[in-house]
């Protein structure tokens, strides 16, 4: 009997069959970014705010959010995603930790400052590190997370003179600062993005098809002609404004801003021979006596003119933000933003008789540690941040409010300050509270009691 022949039948043991897998982003040095474009902001008819103009379009975004709560990362993964898959020529800007914790969960490149190793140190590096070219490369920082959020982009910025415009969204516990809801980010960054923007003449209409995301620097070299072009802000018009589906928001449909005044803070040792850099405060300057069982003296000066001597636990010296903040629960004043002044309120104090007082913003202040003083030295911290070492006797802390106003030479524009994005403006969208309403619908200011 013959057996049938069956078909030869191979098996290849290493044959396999592969899944496809979302690409994984890498960590890219914020040095290869161009340097930042500056906008200007210029005075509007009909409300004191200011409308932001973008003389090119934006490229270089940096997100900060609260650390340590699942959901905002969330959002904010989803958040730079849509810049990514909208805007092609924007490219996102991390800070290390959240770049190291978040770059494989999107598909394009993050860009951060990359920490440098000492080479006498192996050991990994410290979460806090330099971040001095940050200021150099961001166009417009936005924030998700809460008041502490906002003061921490600020303080990415606080040893330069211009900050990037400051788009908040509110993700945190309280939110006084922050403008926006995320339900809102598509919205509120379209607006800021194209503030300003005007198309040339011969767009009657936007492309619906933009061309395929090309990214301003990558792993091949560049020519330095192109180079160039971006740096300039004409790289590739299809990359920008004219590449967004939709209309040209246009002149009449700027971003509204608020520039916030800041705190221009020194410290000087007793013999005035070696101050410390100067930095920025956007709330306050706090001295304070820390765990010392003894009370501070503190003698102030202001305008080079002694006023008075201060015994109590400590001061505060405030921006009008700053004044819905410690100052307020220490019984300070509440001051409009728009308002340039310096709020000095007493912690504490052991008369009764001290009073908060509002100073003009560039009235010079000086606190120095007093000889009465039996503490070994008195802890300094600026929007929260404690100092490492304190300041001891003979010390002196200068403040002087940031000069805030219009650009010199007759070009119109304002300077100075934290250029923060405003919801609605005058066009009056439903919603809108404003400053008054924050502190209604937040604060309860003069809320009765027994009411809910």
């Known amino acids: 009997m013959r057996v049938p022949l069956r078909p030869l039948q191979l098996v290849v043991p290493w044959k396999r069959c592969f899944s496809a897998s979302a690409a994984r982003g890498e960590i890219r040095n914020v040095k290869e970014l161009p340097d930042r474009i500056i906008p200007r ?24 959010a609260k650390d340590g709560v699942p959901s905002v990362l969330d959002s904010l993964v989803e958040f730079a995603k849509h810049i990514h898959s909208t805007y092609p020529s924007i490219v996102i800007i991390l800070e290390p930790y959240l770049a190291a914790r978040l770059h494989g969960s999107v598909p394009f490149p993050i860009y951060t400052a990359i920490p440098m190793l000492s080479p006498l140190d192996s050991s990994p590096p410290s979460p806090i590190i330099s971040t001095t ?69 011969h767009i009657s209409g936007l492309s619906t098809n933009p061309s395929p995301r090309t990214l301003p620097f990558s792993e091949h070299s560049v ?144 606190l120095r540690l007093g000889n009465g003083n039996r503490g070994r030295e008195v802890e300094v911290s600026v929007d929260g941040q404690r100092r490492k070492e304190g300041i001891g006797t003979g010390m002196e802390v200068r403040i002087q409010g940031e000069e805030v106003g219009r650009e010199r030479g007759g070009g119109g524009g304002w300077r100075g300050g934290v250029p923060c994005v405003m919801r609605g403006g005058d066009r009056g969208d439903e919603g809108d509270e404003g400053w008054v309403g924050g502190l209604n619908g937040l604060l309860k200011f003069n809320y009765p009691f027994g009411e809910e």
């Open 41 to 64: 902001y210029q005075e509007t008819r009909g409300t004191d705010l200011l409308s932001l103009e973008w003389p090119s379009p934006p490229r270089n975004i940096l997100l900060v």
């Open 133 to 201: 070219t940050l200021p150099e490369k961001t166009d417009l920082t936005a924030t998700l997370g809460g008041d502490g959020t906002i003061l921490h982009a600020t303080s990415l910025f606080s040893h330069t003179p211009s900050v990037p415009p400051i788009l908040s969204f509110s993700l945190g516990t309280l939110g006084f600062l922050s403008e926006w809801k995320f339900s809102s980010h598509k919205r509120a960054f379209r607006e800021v993005y194209m503030s300003g923007s005007s198309p040339p003449s």
């Open 223 to 366: 020519g330095e002609e192109e180079v160039n072009s971006f740096t300039a802000g004409t790289y590739d018009g299809l990359n920008g404004w004219a590449a967004l589906r939709g209309k040209i928001l246009g002149h009449t449909r700027r971003s509204r801003v608020l520039l916030r005044n800041r705190l221009k803070v020194s410290i000087h040792s007793a013999d005035s021979k070696s101050p410390s850099p100067t930095t920025h405060a956007t709330n306050e300057v706090i001295l304070h006596r820390g765990a010392a069982p003894h009370l501070t003296h503190i003698d102030i000066s202001v305008a080079g003119r002694h006023l008075t001597t201060f015994i109590g636990d400590g001061l505060i010296v405030s921006t009008p933000t700053g004044s819905t903040a410690y100052s307020l629960s220490s019984g300070g004043s509440i001051i409009h933003p728009l308002v340039s002044s310096l709020l000095l309120t007493p912690i504490c104090p052991r008369s009764l008789s001290f009073r908060p007082l509002v100073l003009p913003g560039h009235s010079p202040v000086s």
